[in-house]
């Protein structure tokens, strides 16, 4: 994982005792906070995606100017670390806490992260590539925690959660770019079948038919559950 970034700082003015921006331009410009810079920026990537934001736009739809932002945010690149860890926060049930169900507590944590990665579709292509802040290291800890507390060994414990952390990654983004109408599967399952001897176990299964994605994923996690369940 990338570790976080120290510098590019050079656009952030310097704070000091003199008041920041004219009083001209505090009176014209809605108020400003790093929440509601990363709630916008959020607004502007589900909409036109990571190549959508600019910090040009992101201060237009603030109603704000450009050097104003960087009062609150260092760069485009901490908007971006700050918008990602926001769409990844975990409300932990009440419910689960002390929980003995260890498996029910993974499942909805790994299903809540998947559910918010697809209402973000961006954060899924980010992820890989930036700091990762509090809100997905609290993930990876309660699920580290969860999976120990549940016997996974020590010596496991780094594959278990790269294992899970994998299957939703790989699930979500699948989800995300699979973009085919009900027309173009039947056409393609048609083709299938008319090179069976080719194709003949995927053809039998239909597996161009099958879009029941949630049950896919709930499903293959089941199977990867029940290798890490504790040997009696």
Known sequence: MTAKRSGARSKRPQRTGVSPPPAQETRSEPSLSRQRIVATAVELLDAQGIDGLTMRRLADRLGSGVMSLYWHVDNKEDVFDLAL???????????????????????????????????????????????????????????????????????????????????????TVTRASFDVS?????????RLTC???????????????????????????????DGLAPRQ
């Open 195 to 225: 090179l069976n001897e080719h194709y003949a176990t995927i053809g039998r299964s239909r597996l161009l038919l099958d879009n029941d994605w949630d049950g896919a994923f709930r499903k293959g996690l089941d199977f990867l559950l």
């Open 85 to 171: 860890d926001s769409v990844l926060e975990y409300r932990r049930p009440p419910q689960t806490v002390g929980s003995q169900d260890w498996r029910g507590e993974v499942v909805h944590m790994l299903e809540d992260w998947r559910a918010s990665m697809l209402r973000h579709p961006w954060s899924a292509s980010l992820l890989p590539r930036r700091a990762l802040g509090p809100n997905i290291l609290g993930r990876l800890e309660l699920l580290g925690r969860t999976l120990s507390g549940a016997g996974v060994a020590d010596a496991d414990l780094n594959v278990a959660i790269w294992s899970l952390w994998n299957y939703v990654m790989g699930a």
């Open 182 to 190: 009900d027309d173009d599967r039947a056409a393609a399952q048609q």
